[in-house]
């Protein structure tokens, strides 16, 4: 009788202690955290590195001898090339779902150029011909942007446009007869034209532990149509009205870089 008492107390002892034994292997096993999800919400700056391209028509007008002469043209269209350097600076707005909106402003470095001969060396060739030419240095953009996310709202992919800013320097030197010229000076004016860019890009999150990190790769077509420029021709023998030069550029950049974002409202 002792013995079948011993025995039944020691298996409820067994019993409760497997029993805690289970229950603290349930207590242990923590729920699942959820990884939050990313937000391209906020406000980012950011550099960026590249290559562009494009094509530069450049004409020059001059004019023959006699009050209302004929135009003296030439014209010479080359393809430039140039690296681009820059930064850029913007806001996005992820709106409900997978959409991102956003505005950014951009600038980069450039050295694009193309040159024409002067007209007036196609009429009096001499030994030290002159040379009409025009250089890009920097580029820029305001544009709006428009995405749609995706892996887990950890990449965007985006299409842009908007205005678009180059600062032109125009190099005109003078040739052989640049005496005719109200002395042998060379003049180098600039001017800041206005066009319009179109653009498409991929940008992702580096790493989940690097949330505010972000980098891209994108191209750009920018359009400047033709605009132009003058410079004084002193010849007494002719008009005396200036003589005209003009460039069309085409500019294409691709690009890749990196953003860090700022802040998030």
């Known amino acids: 009788m002792k013995t079948r008492i011993l025995l039944a107390a020691v298996s409820q002892i067994a019993l409760v202690v497997a029993g805690g034994a289970d229950a603290a292997d349930i207590q242990l ?63 996005n707005y992820q709106v409900s779902g997978n959409w991102v909106v956003g505005l950014q402003g951009d600038i980069a470095g450039t050295n694009f150029s193309g040159d024409v001969a002067d007209p007036w060396d196609r009429i009096f060739p001499g030994p030290f011909p002159g040379t009409i030419g025009v250089k890009t240095d920097w580029l820029a953009s305001i544009t709006a942007r428009l995405g749609i996310t995706a892996w887990d709202n950890r990449a965007l992919f985006y299409v842009k446009g908007g205005a678009a800013f180059e600062n032109n320097r125009w190099d005109f030197t003078r040739s052989s007869y640049c005496i ?9 004016p600039q001017e800041v034209r206005v066009g319009w860019t179109v653009g498409a890009g991929f940008e992702w999150v580096l790493s989940p532990s690097l ?46 870089g990196v953003n860090y974002k700022l802040f998030t409202p």
């Open 211 to 256: 949330p505010n990190w972000t980098a891209f790769t994108e191209y750009n077509y920018y359009n400047f149509g033709r605009d132009g420029s003058s410079y004084p021709v002193a010849l007494t023998f002719i008009d005396a009205r200036d003589a005209l030069a003009s460039a069309r550029q085409d500019t294409h950049t691709v690009k890749v």
């Open 29 to 91: 096993k923590a729920p699942r955290i959820a990884a939050p999800v990313y937000s391209w919400t906020g406000c980012y700056v950011g550099a960026h590195v590249g290559f562009g391209w494009g094509r530069h028509d450049v004409s020059a007008s001059n004019f023959s001898f006699g009050p209302g002469g004929t135009a003296i043209t030439t014209t010479n269209g080359l393809d430039s090339g140039s690296g681009v350097f820059g930064g850029q600076l913007g806001c």
């Open 180 to 188: 005719f010229y109200n002395g042998c000076r060379d003049t180098n």
